[in-house]
């Protein structure tokens, strides 16, 4: 209930009507001052959501712990002692973007990458084996016709230890490593893309051209990860947004259209999609915890467990809600649940994969 301060005047400010008591008979307006001191506007957004009256909370409880139930209520037309589905969806997205950047967190990196302290760091191998060769070609040990031979076979083997590795990517996704698939800089990187047949190049020359012109204006490898960690967290709640017409509609191409409208999958699909960010946003806040406490302890332990089982949860729960909701056999259902669920976690992968490409060309 609001606390705003009531006009003296009882005609309603909205439709001109008689107002006996605080609100208009008519068109439900409060009959408040028009003007309130500025903390009014935080107190009468928190309310809007909570209403104090439990409405809030209740529609929190029982998003989080009865799957299906808040949409079959709506559909079935009780309304009014739960929040809305896209007020809910809206008010946990906002929550999922603001509250990873007010919680602190006790491993970020505090220290700003700078010129300096890139010019201070010490040479790669490849750098310093040149040094010596020129030291020892102007000191008169070694002719230039050997300082040549000796260069090149320095690079050669650089080469032949780099065509070593397991995997492509070992170097690119280690945060020790001062290469990028194998390349140093951008003008070596396209010379390896002028020999590739397969393509990986191509599709990486974005990302390699990201990280090199980030290392230039002096971030460490790990710090550019951590960088991009954060970044595509933020992008989570936006694939999800972007994906709920998606999801909607798979369900209803699996469904009767008869009985069921594409606006009832849409119900569906907003609860469900609240409680994957309200389960995403559990997660953040248990990192953000966790990052306090010291490493192997018997709370960190606990929180990976709780993280298993949240995970565990979020898989079960859609299975419930579709058998909930749409009231089919148990084996029809899971039939259903499961190929929907294979559909749309291949199609939230591949959101996901090209969210992380974009993602990380646009980090700055």
């Given at each position: 209930?609001s606390h ?9 400010l909205?439709c ?11 068109c439900g307006?409060e009959n408040i001052?028009?003007r ?5 506007l ?7 959501f909570?209403?104090?009256?439990g409405?809030?909370w ?8 009865r799957?299906g ?10 309304r ?12 946990i997205s906002?929550l ?6 007010v919680l602190?967190?006790?491993?970020e ?7 300096i302290?890139?010019?201070k760091k ?5 750098d ?7 030291g020892?070609q102007?000191?008169g040990?070694?002719s ?6 000796t260069?090149?076979?320095?690079d ?5 230890d780099d ?6 990517f ?6 020790k ?10 003008k ?6 002028a020999?590739?047949?397969t393509?990986?190049y ?16 002096g ?5 550019i ?22 999801f ?8 009767s259209?008869k009985?069921?409208w ?11 999609f ?7 946003l ?8 966790t990052?306090?406490l010291?490493e192997?302890s018997?709370?960190?332990?606990l929180y ?7 995970g565990?949860y979020?898989t079960?729960?859609f299975f419930?809600?579709h058998h909930?909701v749409?009231?089919t056999?148990?084996?029809?259902s899971i039939?259903k649940?499961s190929?929907?669920?294979i559909?749309?976690?291949i ?5 996901f994969?090209?969210l992380m490409y974009l993602?990380f060309?646009?980090l700055h």
């Amino acid at each position: 209930m609001s606390h705003g301060k009531l006009r003296e005047d009882k005609t309603c400010l909205n439709c001109g009507h008689q107002v006996e008591e605080r609100f208009c008979p008519h068109c439900g307006q409060e009959n408040i001052e028009s003007r309130q001191p500025f903390y009014f506007l935080f107190t009468h957004f928190i309310e809007d959501f909570t209403h104090y009256d439990g409405q809030f909370w209740r529609t929190i409880q029982y998003l989080f712990t009865r799957p299906g139930l808040l949409t079959k209520e709506y559909l079935a037309g009780k309304r009014q002692l739960y929040v809305a589905p896209v007020k809910l969806y809206i008010f946990i997205s906002f929550l999922t973007f603001f509250l990873p950047n007010v919680l602190p967190h006790a491993k970020e990196e505090v220290e700003k990458p700078s010129h300096i302290k890139k010019e201070k760091k010490a040479k790669n191998q490849k750098d310093i084996s040149k040094d010596i060769v020129k030291g020892l070609q102007k000191g008169g040990v070694m002719s230039d016709e050997t300082a040549n031979v000796t260069q090149k076979a320095l690079d050669t083997l650089k080469i032949e230890d780099d065509t070593k590795k397991t995997e492509l990517f070992d170097s690119t996704f280690d945060p020790k490593e001062a290469s990028i698939m194998h390349a140093y800089s951008m003008k070596q990187y396209d010379s390896i893309l002028a020999k590739d047949d397969t393509g990986i190049y191509t599709i990486m020359r974005p990302i390699a051209g990201k990280i090199f012109e980030l290392k230039e204006d002096g971030y460490s490898k790990n710090q550019i990860w951590e960088k991009y960690k954060e970044n595509f967290i933020h992008t989570i709640p936006k694939a999800l947004f972007v994906y709920l017409p998606i999801f909607a509609f798979f369900l209803w191409l699996f469904h009767s259209k008869k009985k069921w409208w594409y606006f009832d999958h849409g119900i569906f699909t907003l609860h469900y999609f609240s409680f994957l960010l309200l389960a995403i946003l559990a997660f953040i806040v248990g990192e953000k915890i966790t990052s306090f406490l010291p490493e192997n302890s018997i709370l960190t332990l606990l929180y990976v467990l709780a993280c298993l089982g949240l995970g565990l949860y979020m898989t079960i729960y859609f299975f419930v809600a579709h058998h909930r909701v749409y009231e089919t056999k148990k084996r029809i259902s899971i039939l259903k649940g499961s190929v929907l669920f294979i559909v749309n976690y291949i199609g939230l992968i591949l959101m996901f994969m090209v969210l992380m490409y974009l993602s990380f060309i646009m980090l700055h």
